[in-house]
């Protein structure tokens, strides 16, 4: 039983990415009338979401008490300000990482972006072994240098390539490559600092979302008054959300962060 609940959530796992890479990529290149909803807010609201979410499974793991929800709330957040300090450093590191996952898939095609992100398994990997010590055998080294190769080869040029520069232009390409280039190596540091934050102390992981997702969002509202503060002023925050956007956001927030 166990191991078909584990084929079954791999493959939920598998269908929620995939599906959230190709609804992202459809929402930003998608043309209609009136502005195009900023990705800014985007990353806004689906921490908010995912806080929500936590609270709700921190309070059935209360048994549905609202009294010990709050005492949990409470003794493991606003009594240990140090221990939710910690997390700021990965939050503000997600959140660089959100927000770049939206300029590289409004600058390449699904499947470049597809491939090239794995390259966080192989910056995932080269933190482990730096922080946490961790140590690769032969064919986890060599599984690494196979991803390496295709990824070379997806970004190779090609006959199909030129035939869509009239979509996207070299310097757009440039652009959203750097983006999940970055994104790759804020994924890796920030899941293994996560990890290695995890490992040292007793507190559920759950709490440990809701204290990233409390720095995400404050980080997440700074870089919405920076860079589109003016267009909030002047259409909404959330302008140009329709359904297609909402399911992007909750895509999103099914990506919280566990390790076991």
């Known amino acids: 039983m166990s191991a078909n609940l584990k084929y079954l959530s791999l493959g939920i796992l598998v269908f929620q990415t995939t599906s959230l890479v190709l609804t992202m990529r459809y929402s930003r290149t998608l043309k209609e009338e009136g502005p195009r909803y900023l990705s800014s807010t985007a990353v806004v609201v689906a921490e908010l979401l995912k806080i929500m979410a936590c609270i709700l499974l921190v309070y059935k ?42 300029v590289a898939l409004s600058n390449l095609d699904a499947a470049t972006y597809q491939v090239t992100y794995q390259l966080k398994i192989l910056t995932t990997a080269l933190f482990s072994v730096s922080m946490l ?15 390496m190769t295709g990824v070379a080869f997806v970004q190779w040029p090609s006959d ?40 040292e102390t007793k507190q559920s992981v759950w709490i440990r979302n809701i ?10 509202l700074m870089g919405v008054y920076i860079y589109d503060g003016e267009l909030v002023s002047k259409n909404g925050f959330f302008q140009g959300y329709n359904r297609l956007t909402w399911i992007v956001v909750v895509l999103q927030v099914k990506h919280l962060k566990f390790y076991i």
């Open 211 to 220: 204290q990233l997702g409390f720095f995400g969002s404050i980080f997440g």
């Open 61 to 102: 793991d209360s048994k549905c008490s609202l009294r010990a929800l709050n005492r949990i709330l409470h003794d493991e957040i606003l009594n240990k300000p140090m221990e939710t300090l910690k997390l700021a450093i990965p939050s503000g590191i997600y959140t660089l990482q959100n927000n770049l996952l939206y």
């Open 133 to 147: 010590s961790k140590k690769l055998g032969v064919y986890q080294w060599l599984s690494l240098v196979i991803l």
């Open 160 to 199: 199909s390539q030129e035939l869509d520069s009239k979509e996207l232009s070299a310097g757009s390409q440039f652009v959203g490559l750097m983006a999940v280039l970055t994104a790759c190596f804020s994924s890796g540091f920030a899941g293994v600092y996560f990890e290695k934050i995890l490992k």
